[in-house]
């Protein structure tokens, strides 16, 4: 059988990981799919290249499809997520300056409560407290307007959240633009090792299971290639299979580490793949387990409920009514697709596609076919739970 | 809105910068400014209330822009992309010439034309211009490592230039491989023995 061929797009961080393994690993090629990695110079740019068709897939932050749903960002519709590439993943990081100031008054950096650390900062920061995000649609600025305004900060007053690539992060912080940041691994660690700034909570502390980055398709091309796209998903859910065993990490480090996926140490890599962050240069490290998920608690499942939660956390801040965002963009997070595609696998698939948002403060078991699916805790660090339209 | 568009040009680099500067001026007249500095790059662009950026789609900067398309403020205009807009396959034609345009709301396509068809035609000449500099680069390099491979073979053989070029070539053949890559593997294993 002659394999069949789809480009794909992405950024490179950690967690476009699922994408390069189906490649490497030879699980595309099970698949009979034979994939063309281009590595994409911006956000904007990788969806706009995936809009008019030069790509067939990407590794796309989960609120862009739901952007576009809604006309935010200059692009209309058009772009679907068809599974989640990945769960949590980001961290939040203080220019070095503000990390002195946190210490001097006395914050621990215990790096794993996100109201005792955000309470600090608010107390310890100018304002308005400038926080650099990657992308102006990206789960790292929800997360950020929604930690910072439920601990009191008024958003736009006293917040203003700036859009700073990553690779120009340490840039904006020398210059005196941001005064903190919330990144992808591995440039929060990068920021460390470059003596930039200083980790102070990793997103996950936020909210425990926030979809990070989607498999994003162009509607046209999940419509004209079902078997395609269908054939695309398996091949990316084994990735993220082995992605998750703690034998392939060391591996999956030295891999995407290459000069074609992402050029930087295989060692920096490594710390977001297990979970141990160094947090400061004088190397304090912490343990995260749950930093970055790539299969447990059907982690690739894209439930309409978290395009929904997405939507309405975004019209907030934009002045849409959230509601009304939540049911236009509800449909982004294709959940049909994914269940088209894994049936015949004999996974264990959730019963429903949409579920309530934050309501697991610990690991559950819930209905599902086979009923043996545990999803894990999704808690928001406040307790705040998201209750989807439809169920 | 004046009746001069005033067009901003997101570009690092002075001379390309003021090529692309020369060939919007003579497509028209426009008030044009060039932004070089990536630290506060919306904040830059903002005050200056282009109808119109145009930056490389290479550029890491350009997700800063994408701010602008939430600017919602009562004196803030919002700034679309164009990328949706037309059905001309205008705005694709920019994309695969390397360039990508934002534009103020309501903005005429007419009045756009000319200036995205000013860069395209200048982004396409980057763009050839950045392949074949990629390609003498390889060529080059090529060419140096062969150049090596060849004295190897001269003096380990001793056999004349156009002789070790032709067991070279020959080696290459029989494996089924380019030149250039025998070449390398004969200098690279070199290197481990010597």
């Given at each position: 059988?002659?394999?069949?061929?789809?480009?794909?797009?992405?950024?490179?961080?950690?967690?476009?990981?699922?994408?390069?393994?189906?490649?490497?690993?030879?699980?595309?090629?099970?698949?009979?799919?034979?994939?063309?990695?281009?590595?994409?110079?911006?956000?904007?740019?990788?969806?706009?290249?995936?809009?008019?068709?030069?790509?067939?897939?990407?590794?796309?932050?989960?609120?862009?499809?739901?952007?576009?749903?809604?006309?935010?960002?200059?692009?209309?519709?058009?772009?679907?997520?068809?599974?989640?590439?990945?769960?949590?993943?980001?961290?939040?990081?203080?220019?070095?300056?503000?990390?002195?100031?946190?210490?001097?008054?006395?914050?621990?950096?215990?790096?794993?409560?996100?109201?005792?650390?955000?309470?600090?900062?608010?107390?310890?920061?100018?304002?308005?407290?400038?926080?650099?995000?990657?992308?102006?649609?990206?789960?790292?600025?929800?997360?950020?307007?929604?930690?910072?305004?439920?601990?009191?900060?008024?958003?736009?007053?006293?917040?203003?959240?700036?859009?700073?690539?990553?690779?120009?992060?340490?840039?904006?912080?020398?210059?005196?633009?941001?005064?903190?940041?919330?990144?992808?691994?591995?440039?929060?660690?990068?920021?460390?090792?470059?003596?930039?700034?200083?980790?102070?909570?990793?997103?996950?502390?936020?909210?425990?299971?926030?979809?990070?980055?989607?498999?994003?398709?162009?509607?046209?091309?999940?419509?004209?290639?079902?078997?395609?796209?269908?054939?695309?998903?398996?091949?990316?859910?084994?990735?993220?299979?082995?992605?998750?065993?703690?034998?392939?990490?060391?591996?999956?480090?030295?891999?995407?580490?290459?000069?074609?996926?992402?050029?930087?140490?295989?060692?920096?890599?490594?710390?977001?793949?297990?979970?141990?962050?160094?947090?400061?240069?004088?190397?304090?490290?912490?343990?995260?387990?749950?930093?970055?998920?790539?299969?447990?608690?059907?982690?690739?499942?894209?439930?309409?409920?978290?395009?929904?939660?997405?939507?309405?956390?975004?019209?907030?801040?934009?002045?849409?009514?959230?509601?009304?965002?939540?049911?236009?963009?509800?449909?982004?997070?294709?959940?049909?697709?994914?269940?088209?595609?894994?049936?015949p696998t004999g996974i264990d698939l959730p019963g429903a596609s949409a579920k309530l948002e934050g309501a697991l403060s610990a690991d559950t078991a819930v209905a599902s076919r086979a009923g043996r699916l545990i999803l894990p805790r999704d808690a928001?660090?406040?307790?705040?739970?998201?209750?989807?339209?439809?169920? | 809105?004046?009746?001069?568009?005033?067009?901003?040009?997101?570009?690092?680099?002075?001379?390309?910068?003021?090529?692309?500067?020369?060939?919007?001026?003579?497509?028209?007249?426009?008030?044009?400014?060039?932004?070089?500095?990536?630290?506060?790059?919306?904040?830059?662009?903002?005050?200056?209330?282009?109808?119109?950026?145009?930056?490389?789609?290479?550029?890491?900067?350009?997700?800063?822009?994408?701010e602008l398309a939430l600017a919602s403020g009562p004196m803030e205009r919002p700034v679309a992309m164009f990328v949706d807009r037309s059905d001309d396959g205008l705005s694709d034609a920019a994309i695969e010439a390397g360039v990508s345009a934002y534009?103020?709301?309501?903005?005429?396509?007419?009045?756009?034309?000319?200036?995205?068809?000013?860069?395209?035609?200048?982004?396409?000449?980057?763009?050839?211009?950045?392949?074949?500099?990629?390609?003498?680069?390889?060529?080059?390099?090529?060419?140096?490592?062969?150049?090596?491979?060849?004295?190897?073979?001269?003096?380990?053989?001793?056999?004349?230039?156009?002789?070790?070029?032709?067991?070279?070539?020959?080696?290459?053949?029989?494996?089924?491989?380019?030149?250039?890559?025998?070449?390398?593997?004969?200098?690279?294993?070199?290197?481990?023995?010597?």
């Amino acid at each position: 059988m002659k394999a069949r061929s789809v480009t794909l797009g992405f950024i490179p961080l950690v967690d476009a990981a699922p994408l390069i393994v189906a490649h490497e690993m030879g699980f595309a090629a099970e698949e009979g799919l034979s994939l063309t990695l281009s590595r994409a110079p911006s956000w904007s740019a990788l969806r706009d290249m995936l809009r008019i068709g030069h790509l067939d897939a990407a590794h796309m932050l989960s609120p862009v499809p739901v952007a576009a749903a809604l006309g935010l960002g200059g692009v209309s519709g058009g772009l679907s997520a068809v599974s989640v590439l990945s769960i949590n993943g980001n961290v939040i990081g203080v220019s070095r300056e503000l990390a002195a100031r946190l210490r001097d008054a006395g914050h621990d950096f215990a790096f794993d409560d996100a109201r005792s650390a955000g309470n600090a900062l608010i107390a310890a920061a100018d304002k308005p407290l400038r926080i650099g995000v990657p992308f102006p649609f990206s789960m790292h600025a929800e997360l950020v307007f929604y930690w910072l305004t439920a601990l009191g900060l008024p958003a736009p007053e006293n917040l203003t959240v700036r859009t700073v690539p990553p690779a120009l992060m340490g840039e904006a912080i020398r210059a005196g633009e941001i005064d903190a940041f919330c990144v992808g691994e591995p440039w929060g660690s990068q920021a460390v090792e470059t003596g930039v700034g200083e980790l102070l909570l990793p997103c996950s502390a936020i909210w425990a299971f926030a979809p990070e980055k989607v498999l994003a398709v162009r509607d046209e091309w999940a419509d004209a290639e079902p078997a395609l796209v269908q054939s695309l998903i398996r091949a990316v859910w084994r990735a993220n299979r082995w992605l998750a065993d703690p034998s392939s990490r060391m591996l999956a480090a030295e891999m995407l580490a290459r000069p074609a996926w992402l050029d930087l140490p295989a060692e920096l890599l490594d710390r977001a793949l297990g979970g141990r962050l160094v947090i400061s240069a004088n190397g304090d490290t912490r343990n995260v387990p749950d930093l970055i998920e790539f299969h447990r608690g059907a982690a690739t499942f894209p439930w309409r409920s978290q395009a929904e939660w997405i939507a309405s956390r975004l019209a907030r801040r934009v002045g849409l009514d959230p509601d009304r965002a939540a049911e236009q963009a509800r449909s982004t997070f294709r959940s049909d697709i994914y269940r088209l595609a894994m049936e015949p696998t004999g996974i264990d698939l959730p019963g429903a596609s949409a579920k309530l948002e934050g309501a697991l403060s610990a690991d559950t078991a819930v209905a599902s076919r086979a009923g043996r699916l545990i999803l894990p805790r999704d808690a928001f660090f406040d307790g705040e739970i998201y209750e989807p339209l439809l169920k | 809105m004046s009746n001069v568009l005033s067009i901003v040009v997101v570009e690092e680099d002075r001379d390309r910068a003021l090529t692309i500067v020369d060939s919007l001026r003579d497509a028209g007249e426009f008030e044009i400014h060039v932004i070089g500095t990536r630290t506060g790059l919306a904040r830059q662009i903002k005050a200056r209330e282009p109808d119109v950026v145009l930056i490389d789609i290479t550029n890491p900067s350009r997700d800063m822009l994408e701010e602008l398309a939430l600017a919602s403020g009562p004196m803030e205009r919002p700034v679309a992309m164009f990328v949706d807009r037309s059905d001309d396959g205008l705005s694709d034609a920019a994309i695969e010439a390397g360039v990508s345009a934002y534009v103020v709301d309501g903005l005429q396509p007419a009045r756009l034309k000319p200036i995205l068809d000013a860069a395209i035609t200048r982004f396409r000449m980057f763009q050839r211009m950045r392949t074949e500099l990629a390609e003498t680069k390889r060529a080059l390099e090529e060419r140096k490592v062969i150049d090596r491979a060849k004295g190897m073979v001269m003096k380990a053989r001793g056999v004349s230039e156009d002789e070790a070029y032709a067991i070279l070539r020959k080696a290459a053949m029989d494996q089924n491989k380019r030149v250039a890559e025998v070449a390398a593997a004969l200098v690279t294993a070199a290197g481990l023995l010597s």
